[in-house]
């Protein structure tokens, strides 16, 4: 899979094959995303994921803002995994933040080469979110780029949505979150900051991720089962684990 950043496809030479696209911040990666991507794959064109190199809630409010569900890293595997070929970053900006939602399009349109677009009924994009899918859709078909609208996936009467998974993250509740993901949650520490051993022999571990609440919780860890501590949002790891070579923590079901 390919990466590409915004600001060099702008400037650069357009996409050279005709392209299926989809644009979120798909934090989390979970079963609607999914959806939205499923769709652009196997299409006979070129399967383009539109992303966000950085969460924008960080941008508008940094000082709340409690980490992604996923790391920049396992999106994008999880994007070649589901056959993507070209991911799209986007550093949010305040030069991005004022480009309005339709000269957004017409950008991904002239030199994105876009001819199919899947997104979610109730997208919205631009400058104060004002363009809604309907007219995205509206515009698009008018250039003869097919745009589908997708309804959200639902559990039940809910919603399947990032907001829901990280409320169950928050709450300890990994196989609500796992359901929703299609996955279990796995945390992304590869670039944490490690200290030498704590007291009783324990490790500490800080990343910006989303965390659960303080508490001990059974994990997998370099392919074992543990336990682990976090507290005062600093995970603490096993010292027999070298922290250096940890990389990812998956969460089981029970805690």
Known sequence: MRVLD???LITGQPLPRPAAMTIGVFDGVH???????TRIVGRG????????????????????YMGDISSLAQKLSLFESLGVAITILIDFSSDFSR??????IDFLTTYGNMAYLVIGAQFRCGHGLDTDAVLIKRVNEQNGVETELVDMVLD?????????????IRAGDFGAAEADMGRAFTL?????????????????CSVRRLLPPDGTYRVVVAERETEIEITNG???????LDAAHVTHIKFLKNI
Do not use: Y
């Not at 079963?31 to 991507?37: D, F, K, M, P, S």
């Not at 039940?156 to 949505?161: I, K, L, N, R």
């Not at 600093?234 to 027999?240: E, N, S």
């Open 45 to 64: 064109l070129e399967p383009v994921v539109v992303t966000f190199r950085q969460n924008p809630r960080l941008f508008f409010d940094s000082a709340n």
């Open 156 to 168: 039940g009467a809910e919603t399947v949505s990032s907001s829901r998974i990280r409320a169950a």
């Open 234 to 240: 600093t995970i603490m790891l096993p010292a027999f």
């Open 188 to 204: 992304d520490i590869e670039s944490a900051d490690s200290s030498s051993t704590a007291p009783d022999n324990w490790k500490r």
């Open 31 to 37: 079963r609607g995303h999914q959806a939205l991507i």
């Open 99 to 104: 480009l309005s939602g339709r000269d957004f």
């Open 6 to 8: 915004w600001q060099d």
